[in-house]
């Protein structure tokens, strides 16, 4: 299979404050990086008119056709409409990143669909000295092991590196199962997303290459490094949130999950047993009723439709079930009416969606922070495309922390045991990524 090679961005990293690589190896999608920052927008917590801020930002760019890049925390619900007053504030989340960071990158390179290699979509010289660097080269860490004049790997004490650890024990996740379950059969959900916070340590200078681990071994399509000064984001996302191209609007929620096997027979088992999984697509097709109800309100009348139901995707670690769901959109829609509709996604809160949002508030003691809330970019031409942050860590370059969540979806039908080694299981890659 014909896949782009991570750029070695090390040296971009060392020179540059914000660097923003949103990454997809596979030809059929697009790969976009981002450096510098012309301007910048940062909101520490959801308050009112944050999402105007953001809106205002995004638009001041697009009239001078301008890219925008950067996250979107899940914590920023509270200062939506739709949330106001149904949801008790969460404490913050112990990583205290900015909810939201938006740039407007000084440069900007893609890799466009079909491309191995980059080009630039924006002028100036940063522009061409990153295309000149990044064009024609594969620069993947194991290839500059083996180049014997590549500078020597930076070394660090081992006391700097502290493994990522569950901060629940199995016996807490189970008492907090349990709570889920009655709420479920009192009738409050029909479906909720427990997730479990994480935390390890690692050297500040070390964020890419255990970016590039993490990467090589997820091959995620909806990757993404982005860092802004100390704030570094490692995402293997399998997960897009919503995607915009021209008028039509995409979203792709997963709920499904099973290892991949260790021989093709046992693999092809396991991608069955998914397949056919009572428990996994009643998951499933709850969140896309879910989904198809928010474009409703954003969708052209008769437009929303499911292209494909309980789709089999595989993935170097796991196998997932993937739905997609399209829609045309109304015209003069905003981004912030896009998110007003759809955020934060269904496929991380559950159904009905407030109820699922204000019982994930009381349960899991405090904010999720960025984590589960959506990374992307908005082009010149006001196509957008959003991941779900997920499989991801939080790295505080100055303080060495290391933050991830990890959760998965319940319903009646889930079993405690089950979803904490579910859990264990999406957590693998990021545990094995934070090393030396």
């Not at 940063?126 to 092991?145: I, K």
Request: glycine share 8%.
């Amino acid at each position: 299979m014909n896949v782009r090679s991570l750029p070695n961005l090390q040296p971009v990293i060392d020179s540059h404050e914000h660097v923003a690589l949103l990454w997809d190896e596979r030809l059929e999608g697009r790969a976009v990086l981002a450096v510098g920052a012309k301007r910048s927008l940062q909101v520490d917590m959801g308050r009112e008119g944050c999402w105007d801020a953001w809106q205002a930002f995004i638009e001041q760019g697009q009239r001078r056709k301008a890219w925008s890049v950067g996250w979107l925390g899940y914590d920023l619900y509270s200062a939506l409409e739709g949330f106001k007053g149904h949801v008790q504030a969460s404490p913050p989340h112990p990583s205290h990143w900015p909810l939201l960071h938006w740039i407007e990158p000084e440069a900007v390179l893609v890799w466009e669909v079909g491309e191995i290699h980059p080009k630039a979509a924006t002028t100036g010289a940063l522009a061409l000295a990153l295309e000149s660097l990044l064009s024609g080269t594969s620069h993947t860490s194991s290839e500059r092991e083996n180049d014997e004049h590549a500078p020597a790997p930076r070394s660090f004490h081992a006391d700097e590196w502290q493994p990522l650890t569950p901060l629940w024990t199995k016996e807490h996740y189970l008492e907090k199962f349990n709570k889920v379950h009655r709420a479920l059969k009192r009738g409050d959900l029909y479906e909720m997303n427990l997730c479990m916070p994480w935390k390890g340590a690692m050297p500040g200078p070390e964020s890419w290459r255990a970016f590039e681990r993490l990467a090589q071994a997820t091959r995620a399509p909806h990757s993404a490094y982005f860092q802004a000064g100390n704030h570094r984001m490692l995402s293997a996302s399998p997960e897009r949130f919503v995607s915009k191209k021209g008028q039509i609007v995409r979203s792709q929620p997963i709920k499904g999950t099973v290892k991949r096997g260790n021989n093709p027979e046992e693999d092809l088992a396991l991608k069955q047993g998914l397949l056919v999984s009572e428990k996994e697509r009643a998951e499933n097709v709850m969140i896309v009723d879910l989904v198809r109800n928010d474009l409703s309100q954003i969708a052209e009348p008769r437009s929303v439709e499911v292209e494909e139901l309980f789709g089999i995707h595989s993935f170097a670690t796991v196998h997932q079930m993937i739905s997609t769901i399209r829609c045309t959109l109304q015209p003069h829609t905003s981004e912030h009416a896009m998110m007003e509709a759809l955020f934060p996604m269904g496929s991380m809160t559950g159904a009905p969606k407030i109820s699922a949002v204000k019982h994930i508030a009381s349960l899991e003691e405090h904010g999720r922070g960025v984590y589960s809330g959506a990374m992307g970019y908005v082009d010149p031409e006001g196509d957008l495309d959003f991941n779900v942050v997920i499989r991801t860590l939080l790295h505080d370059a100055s303080t060495r922390e290391v933050h991830a969540t990890v959760g998965g979806a319940i319903t009646l039908l889930s079993e405690g045991d089950q979803e904490y080694e579910e859990c264990l299981l999406k957590a693998h890659a990021l545990r094995t990524s934070l090393r030396p």
